[in-house]
């Protein structure tokens, strides 16, 4: 199984298990993921205090687009999925002209 902080793109969301915008997201999440053919990882923000310190998470949902183990977008808050696909498509044509 691939790791997110292996080399490639992935998409990985924060969440917590009281927040209803999260449990909301998470299915809309790996959907797009699926989409645009990238991983989707999740982690609840209670179990992963070391990760939420590094890359600075002040709310949930949080999501990330990471290459290799770095973000290089984020967004915050329930997105619906025509919005959620729209950001990752953007923020992945990006990535990829180097911005």
């Not at 691939?2 to 999260?22: D, H, M, R, W, Y």
């Not at 002040?58 to 915050?76: I, N, Q, R």
């Amino acid at each position: 199984m691939k790791n997110f902080t292996q080399p490639g793109i992935c998409l990985v969301e924060i969440g917590g298990s009281a927040c209803a915008g999260c449990h909301q997201l998470m299915p809309a999440a790996r959907e797009a993921a699926q989409k645009f053919s990238v991983p989707f990882f999740y982690f609840n923000e209670s179990q992963s205090a070391e990760l939420i310190k590094e890359w600075s998470v002040k709310t949930v949902p949080s999501l990330f687009l990471v290459d290799g183990g770095v973000p290089f977008a984020e967004a915050h808050g329930f997105q619906p999925q025509e919005i959620l696909e729209y950001w990752i498509e953007y923020k992945l044509q990006e990535h990829k002209n180097g911005r």
